[in-house]
């Protein structure tokens, strides 16, 4: 599976960006995706997963009620619309894909992902 994310960028605080992640190659077996951030220096954070199959979410704390998950299957691409955005979601953002299923529950560790995108920057100014 090939991960292409794009749509990151600069914006002021305040405004909003939506990054999309177009997957190619053998994606029958995609469960879970899902979008997560790395600020240089530190360990890279969940903030999104979305199934595939039922369109069941799960978003992170820090960023419920601003970011929103979604997905079109028609175009095996998926989405992150970040509204209210702040200068501490600065970050390289990078979405996942995961065939394996953690009962109900979707996965928020990097080892639970199987294939990765390169990353998106998104920077934003205060």
């Known amino acids: 599976v090939q991960l292409q994310a794009s749509g990151g960028g600069l914006v002021q605080a305040g405004g909003s960006l939506r990054l999309s992640c177009a997957a190619s190659?053998?994606?029958?077996?995609?469960?879970?995706t899902g979008w997560f951030r790395q600020v240089t220096g530190k360990e890279r954070e969940f903030v999104a997963s979305?199934?595939?199959?039922?369109?069941?979410?799960r978003v992170a704390d820090s960023v419920k009620g601003r970011f929103t998950i979604s997905r079109d299957n028609t175009k095996n691409t998926l989405y992150l619309q970040m509204n209210n955005l702040k200068p501490e979601d600065t970050a390289v953002y990078y979405c996942?894909?995961?065939?394996?299923?953690?009962?109900?529950?979707?996965?928020?560790?990097?080892?639970?992902?199987?294939?990765w995108g390169q990353g998106t920057l998104v920077t934003v100014s205060s």
């Open positions: 996942a894909v995961g065939s394996r299923r953690y009962g109900t529950v979707l996965p928020t560790k990097q080892t639970s992902y199987d294939y």
């Open positions: 190659g053998r994606t029958s077996s995609t469960y879970v």
């Open positions: 979305i199934t595939w199959g039922d369109g069941r979410t």
